[in-house]
């Protein structure tokens, strides 16, 4: 007499799902981006020829679809002073 293995639902393990290290999405096993926010979630996808070009642009899609404010205000701040202490430094502002 053959034996099978069992096969019911009780008796098999949940797939454990992998979790977007971004969005924290739950996404199923074996895939190679997020399906909520397209981050790379394997090293395929970011070795692999096609795919490298998704996880390359990756960051930049993020940055423009979600711009922190305040990254923006800082670094105009920052390239204004820079700019001032240029123009005094080459002599263009200041007393003559």
């Not at 992998?18 to 895939?31: D, F, L, R, V, Y």
């Not at 909520?36 to 395929?44: G, V």
Request: glycine share 6%.
């Amino acid at each position: 007499m053959k034996t099978y293995p069992d096969t019911s639902a009780e008796s098999r393990e949940p797939e454990e799902l992998e979790i977007c290290i971004s969005c924290a999405h739950p996404n199923s096993p074996g895939t190679h981006f997020c399906e909520h926010c397209r981050t790379p979630l394997s090293s395929y996808a970011a070795t692999g020829p096609f795919e490298c070009l998704f996880a390359e642009g990756d960051l930049w899609r993020k940055a423009v679809q979600h711009p922190r404010w305040g990254d923006w205000i800082r670094f105009l701040l920052v390239a204004y002073l820079l700019l001032v202490l240029l123009s005094f430094a080459l002599g263009w502002a200041g007393p003559r």
